[in-house]
Each structure stands twice: as C-alpha cells, then as structure tokens.
C-alpha cells in the first residue's frame, strides 16, 4: 500500500486515510490519484506544473 504526501504537508497518508477524511470510497480515491498522476504527466501542463513534476520525481525515486 503507497504512502502519499500533500504538498504542502509534512505528514504521510495512505488511500485508505485520505478516502476517510475526504468522505468517499477507497476505490474512489484511487481512481482520482491516478486521474491527477495522468494530468501531471501530461506535456500539456507542464509549465503549470512543473515544480510539482519535479516532487513527484523525487516521490517516485524513493518510493522505488
């Protein structure tokens, strides 16, 4: 089970924590993780994101 950040926050939430404070299901904030994993990873928005990318990165790198 991953082991996610905010972005501003220095606490570690998992799917399962995250679904409870925000009042919807764990299938459903999975599927809006990787929704916004995919709006990330999109040239599209890279100057709109471009920091954010780089966190994801170094996220990723870790995680791996």
Do not use: H, W
């Not at 404070?21 to 999975?30: A, D, Q, T, Y």
């Not at 990318?53 to 990723?60: F, R």
Request: hydrophobic fraction near 40%; charge should be negative; aromatic fraction near 8%.
């Amino acid at each position: 089970q991953g082991v996610y950040m905010g972005i501003e926050e220095d606490f570690e939430f998992t799917i399962l924590e995250i679904s409870k404070e925000l009042g919807i299901s764990k299938e459903k904030c999975r599927q809006v993780l990787l929704m916004a994993m995919k709006k990330l990873k999109n040239p599209k928005y890279e100057d709109q994101f471009s920091e954010v990318k780089e966190i994801l990165a170094l996220l990723e790198k870790d995680n791996s």
